[in-house]
């Protein structure tokens, strides 16, 4: 299987034939990475958590279903991204993400340079603030991409949509949030 | 700022974002849970589950929400007569199957043998929950389940529930009790929505519970078909 180990898989063989344990371990392993896809989409902590929960339980009852010689992780995403979507439709409005910048500097860094035009609290606090103020589209692309570390094919997945709107869509959000980014 | 430097921003922003702590997820996990069911159209509708006696109320069957007008008992399976049906869709006999595995690989996991017809060789099966299934080409594309019920309170894993008229009956298997259930009911499966159902046969052999259904199987080729299962 390409690119998953091998211990992934014999998870998904031993889950699909019903054993909830090894599904347990399959969540653990993504828990983080779908909470935090959730949270980008709902903007709420307790909206992502119920959205990452019942995702995973839908992703179980349809478990059967998964071809196991494809990725897991994509797909779990995929479901919970799904339902954290309908939980924001259903609440009928726009995601405000309160993310903030952790550190003061960059390890390590001990002064500003031309590599890293993020080099303080303030300058990284603004960046963020240019990307959360991007319309979702462009906001979502942006921080599966960057911020989650994602794949081209995780984000398509995530964002329903296909590989090749990831390429177009990261492309002009580059475009929009350097100017935002400038401009503020 | 050009754009890959902002690229470059951005993936150093990663590591810097404070994000809410992740929870720690508490799933309930038992594959044999399923979701409550909505209200369905008013009828008189017969209600067929096979599941464990003892489950039966954890399981929550339908019938908080529909009145149980009759029901008979098979071992491990319990078939009711309600008033209303339970939304369901109707798919393939295969559309939830699991991924295949051997036969000895489901007969090491569920520990029994698992019954087959003559000439059947050692085809793949389908193994989920305490259940195995296997899709079969005669007499007519038929899918057979078998699960074996150790006591009344192991584990349970089928339930099904039908909707229509009547046509439910008691029946002789080579020997074995058996109940006929006419299609048009909902059935209930692990790891899968409900879904209409076609004509199904119920029996017990071995202390293994089986179920045999096909979109037009008939009574009599079921029980015939039926008999020869060792």
Known sequence: MEGRPLEERELVLRAQRGDARAYEEIVRTHQQIAFRVAYLVTGNAAEAEDAAQEGFIKAWRAFGRFKPELPVRPWLLQIVANEARNRRRSAGRRAQLALRAERAALPGATAPSPEHAVVDAAERQRLLEALDGLPDDARLVLSCRFLLGLSEEETAATLDVKRGTVKSRTARALDRLKETYERA | ?230
């Open chain 2, 1 to 230: 700022m050009n754009v890959p430097e902002l690229e470059r921003d951005l993936e150093a922003l990663a590591a810097e974002v404070a994000w809410p702590p992740t929870p720690e997820l508490r799933l309930q996990l038992d594959p044999r849970r399923r979701r409550r069911f909505v209200e369905g159209r008013r009828a008189l509708v017969l209600v067929v589950a096979v599941l464990l006696l003892a489950l039966a109320v954890a399981f929550a069957v339908p019938s908080a929400r529909t009145a149980i007008l009759r029901f008979f008992h098979l071992r491990g399976a319990t078939v009711e007569l309600v008033d209303r049906l339970p939304p369901a869709q109707e798919r393939d006999l295969g559309a939830d199957l699991a991924n295949p595995v051997s036969l000895e690989q489901a007969e090491r996991d569920l520990g029994f043998r698992i019954l087959l017809p003559p000439h059947a060789g050692r085809p793949p099966v389908h193994e989920f929950a305490h259940t195995v299934s296997m899709l079969l080409a005669a007499p007519e594309p038929v899918l057979l389940t078998e699960l074996h019920v150790g006591n009344e309170n192991g584990p349970g894993i089928l339930k099904k529930v039908a909707g229509i008229g009547s046509g439910v009956e008691w029946v002789d298997v080579g020997g074995d009790p058996g109940l006929w259930v006419p299609g048009g009911h909902v059935f209930f499966g692990p790891g899968a929505p409900a879904r209409i159902a076609g004509n199904v046969l119920l029996w017990v052999h071995g202390g293994i519970t089986l179920r045999l259904e096909g979109k037009h199987l008939a009574k009599n080729a079921a029980i015939r078909f039926a008999s020869t299962i060792r």
